[in-house]
């Protein structure tokens, strides 16, 4: 059973919480990415610490590796992982069709080969939700069609369409299952997916096919198109999206849930979230710097080790340091939905959301 | 402050205490190295989660990056790593001499060149204690000169003769210091530089110049000869040492402390420690292997997380698995380390090591 409850709303912005199959988070919520069946460089002992409340994982590459058996036999996705908060799982669309992993794609369903040993597989939309759903998943996510940025019109309609279609047969096969919006970055097409997918009716709504190369100002329009048309009682969720600046002003467009390796692939990338901005934890600003990496931060990092000793890790390419990074990064971007929350709940999500991006330097 | 207490023995085998400057662990011990500040793929938190008690770190390594001024505006090495067991820092005379790092060496100093930007190090052997303390090791180690594997006897003496030199030098210059035998592998000369370390007085008393290519029956003996030459009041070290069956046949021959790289290189290599010998996480027969690592272990990766999931991530090329390997195999041995104590205490030691060994296979 899904269950939605909006809490508070502070013009556009929105709190609440929804529940699962008895398992529970608020929003706005922000999900690391565990594409793989982990969250890079995490455990799930360390993503309950740092405060996440769910994830999202990818059934296109857990097909391909370990196989839905081994996840099947194992008691689904929650007993593989050693994970009790919520799981999402995408359907893997995006993977397959834009990252030209297909054999071939039509009406009826998509073809793709592994890249890990050219395994062929077929998968109708139906059978794409019930796979999620056979893996323990708690949300499937629709099997989308995702245009590419720029695309023509033409394009843009002819995915939107296959996409809408696609999204009845998921919402037959599942039972809880989120839509997912296309319509590329034209605002009456984007507008007409919202409305198609709206009327099949979900349990939620995600907007798909931005955050891959459009100005982000198209992206918040898209994302204000998308949100007008879904309804009210239901939560939102843009794909993809991860930056902080990004968060809010989706937040600030009517926006509930996001996801997105972002925190982490920074953190990896020595590209530290301070509320200044980013730091590049290698610069020798840092090496004898012995405040944590973000002066004022809780997380477990900040509270234990300095910018200096982490930095010496990383140039000793001692990995630990990476773990440390994204246990920080992720702490930022959790901690910063947990506040942006209390602000909405408050009524003063504007200022908050105002002085937050006028300390916090984007790069 | 260095205290040891001996309190039981079983035939050679023994257990003790010791405490240093307030910190204390209890013998047989064994200490993960913290070559350049920090156990491979382990924080601090872990380490002291798995019941680690003492590491021990690397002055050489630690000289060259980050350099002693970060370390000591740090506060020393227990701020900077934030660790508060015991340190042990090795003199580095190990790496200088046996990976070829020195430019020269003679009987004042060791001359010695970073391998990371040219940097020339000169240091005697009084300064490389002094680096130690003021690095904040708890316990520094003397230079010592050891060779190769095998050495002609004039190298041998040779050796022994600078080692005993250098150990007066080390001994007149700190405050704790344990010294370190060599003597190759010739009865008469390990006998001779025991006797001579063991006549200029430590806090404790290592065995050095082992474990580097020599049979185990070779080294089993060296182990004998140094360990009844040494005082029965204070602590014997073997330096290098970590296999769980080597490490009983230490402490059988009367040894207490151990040091080694093998949990965690290990690890890192796929290659789990069991009751039943080493197995290779990769291996498909772990496929579909939902029991822990090593079923009746009950350290934090064998408490949360199944073979088959470990198996995943590490196909998966996903970082988080080598530290949950880490985490097994040291306390593998930690594990081992506190039984072995208890079989002493409770004078069953001669079948809990025989009990050990015909359950594990080594390869």
Chains 1, 2 share one sequence.
Not at 69 to 83: C, S, T, V
Not at 296 to 318: F, M, Q, V, W
Request: with cysteine; proline share 4%; glycine share 8%.
């Amino acid at each position: 059973m899904f269950d939605f409850q909006l809490e508070s709303t502070d013009r556009r912005a929105r709190a609440g919480t929804f529940e699962v199959d008895g398992r529970k988070a608020e929003t706005p919520l922000f999900m690391p990415v565990a594409t793989k069946g982990g969250v890079k460089t995490l455990t799930s002992e360390d993503l309950e610490e740092i405060g996440v409340q769910a994830l999202i994982s990818n059934v296109y590459h857990l097909l391909m590796r370990p196989g839905i058996e081994i996840i099947e036999k194992a008691g689904g996705l929650h007993d593989f992982m050693n994970w009790d908060g919520i799981i999402f799982t995408d359907s893997g669309g995006f993977q397959m069709i834009r990252k030209g992993f297909e054999s071939s794609i039509d009406s009826e369903k998509v073809e793709f080969k592994s890249e890990i040993d050219g395994t062929r597989y077929e998968m109708t939309p139906g059978e794409c939700v019930k796979i999620q759903e056979r893996m323990g998943s708690d949300i499937a996510m629709c099997l989308d069609h995702c245009p590419s940025y720029p695309s023509e019109r033409k394009e843009i309609i002819e995915s939107l369409e296959r996409t809408t279609s696609w999204a009845k047969r998921c919402r037959e096969a599942g039972s809880t299952v989120f839509g997912i919006s296309q319509g590329g970055t034209i605002s009456e097409l984007r507008r007409k997916s919202s409305e198609q997918i709206r009327e099949i009716g979900f349990e939620g709504y995600a907007i798909g096919g931005l955050s891959i190369g459009e100005p982000k100002e198209v992206m918040y329009e898209m994302t204000s198109t998308a949100n007008e048309v879904f309804p009210e009682e239901k939560p939102r969720y843009l794909m993809g999206l991860g930056s902080p600046v990004d968060l809010l002003e989706a937040v600030d467009r009517g926006t509930d849930i996001f996801d997105s390796a972002y925190p982490t692939r920074n953190a990896r990338h020595k590209s530290i979230f301070t509320h200044e901005g980013k730091i590049r934890i290698d610069k020798s600003d840092y090496k004898s710097d012995y405040a944590p990496l973000d002066p004022g931060c809780d997380c477990p990092t900040c509270e234990n080790y300095t910018k200096a000793y982490i930095r010496h890790l990383c140039k000793s390419d001692e990995l630990a340091w990476m773990r440390l990074a994204s246990v920080h990064n992720l702490y930022f971007i959790i901690d910063l939905m947990e506040k942006t929350r209390k602000a909405i709940k408050e009524n003063d999500f504007k200022r908050f959301k105002k002085d937050f991006i006028e300390s916090y330097k984007d790069s």
